[in-house]
């Protein structure tokens, strides 16, 4: 067993480490988008990298939430500060708390660890869809951060992650 990965509790058991947990659940997102989606993607660019970014289907002039996998595999920290699309009037970092949504100035990308956006947590919130978002489309979306140059990736139109 690689001790790098576990700890041991007083009475001998291994149990694996908060770390070997958030990089096997990262691991698994990427394996899963990637493998059970024909039309799953990644976008690199640097030390950045975005897997499968996604959104569900959503009405001209309504909201969308924009969801994807960040990993920053570089030495140090960065973030995203803020996101725009042709297909929104607005569009912003946003953290759903409880019943609410809340914006957001920047989302935390530390360096080496992955940062989800995802349903019920941190998103890119698009608001004033200039056109319906239909199962099976996709846009182009461009993300701002603070110390890298902005990055434009696709995003699919989806019921669900990886459908």
């Known amino acids: 067993m690689n001790r790098r990965f576990y700890r041991t509790s007083d009475r001998g058991r291994a149990f694996p480490t908060r770390r070997s947990i958030v990089l096997s659940a990262f691991a698994a997102l990427v394996v ?53 699309s042709r297909i929104a009037a607005r569009a912003g970092l946003a953290e759903t708390i409880g019943e609410s949504v809340a914006p957001r100035a920047a989302i935390e990308l530390p360096a080496g660890r992955p940062v989800a956006l995802r349903p019920g947590r941190f998103h890119i919130r698009l608001e004033g869809l200039r056109e319906a978002l239909q199962q099976g489309r996709d846009f182009p979306l461009t993300l701002r951060f603070a110390a890298s140059p902005p990055l434009e990736i696709v995003v699919l139109v989806e019921l669900a992650l990886g459908h």
């Not at 976008?43 to 969801?67: C, F, M, N």
């Not at 960040?70 to 725009?84: C, F, H, K, Q, S």
């Open 32 to 84: 899963s988008t990637s493998a059970g989606a024909a039309r799953a993607h990644d976008t690199r660019q640097g030390d950045l990298h975005i897997g499968h970014s996604w959104t569900k289907p959503a009405p001209a002039g309504g909201i969308a939430e924009v969801y994807f996998a960040i990993i920053n595999r570089g030495t140090r920290p960065d973030r995203l500060v803020g996101a725009e």
